[in-house]
């Protein structure tokens, strides 16, 4: 009698153990809103919030982050050196389930741009906690040369991981939509790479 009170006991106190676990896990990402928008409804200020005050050319528009799978797919820049996943309404995925894991670590980068705006270095934050770049470096760089997206701005994302190429942070990020919120040719490379992972649909927290 006294071995099954004390493992009644015990299994109260794992059910609020791991209750009190699931409603931290809730609050700082799973369970959270999200803004599902379909792809046809894709537009400069949807889901996107406004962005004011940028005046590089080049930073303006939404962006496609390419072969990224179900994880990061369009983004807007901010006007201001950083971005934050949770907080400004920037930042898009093809999966939900990714996305949460990810707002869960409440991900926020600072950009820290040239004077002229064709490059930057990437300092990552996960969960308020800044990434040494020793750790993780990152950088994007205007590809200025030949590439095949008609209209288009192009960024070249490199990443590394202990000094070495980290593939996964390895991709270009292209402009589907410019400034004045025209869609590009690239929309329809981009609609068909969606497609691809079975995806009609991109996901936003909603801050």
């Known amino acids: 009698m006294g071995f099954l009170s004390v493992l009644g006991k015990m299994r109260m106190l794992s059910t609020i153990v791991i ?31 406004v962005v004011d005050g940028i005046s590089a050319q080049q930073l303006m528009g939404v962006y496609w982050l390419q072969d990224q ?66 750790l993780v470096s990152m950088t994007m760089t205007l590809v200025t040369e030949n590439h095949p997206y008609q209209d288009s701005i192009v960024w070249q994302r490199n990443s590394t991981l202990f000094g070495r190429p980290f593939p996964p942070g390895i991709y270009q990020m292209v402009q589907v939509i410019d400034g004045h919120g025209r869609r590009l040719p690239s929309f329809d490379r981009y609609r068909e790479y969606m497609k691809s992972l079975h995806s009609e649909q991109i996901h936003m927290p909603i801050p």
Do not use: Q
């Open 19 to 49: 209750g009190a676990a699931l409603l931290r896990i809730g609050t700082l990402g799973f369970g959270r809103k999200v803004l599902t928008v379909d792809l046809d409804e894709i537009e400069l200020n949807h889901p996107f919030r």
């Open 69 to 134: 799978g179900p994880s990061s797919s369009l983004i807007k820049f901010p006007s201001s050196s950083s971005v934050s996943l949770n907080e400004d309404a920037l930042w898009t995925f093809a999966s939900s389930s990714v996305m949460s894991i990810l707002r869960f670590a409440d991900i926020r980068y600072t950009l820290n741009y040239t004077k002229d705006h064709t490059h930057a270095d990437i300092y990552l934050e996960c969960f308020h906690v800044p990434i040494s770049s020793r």
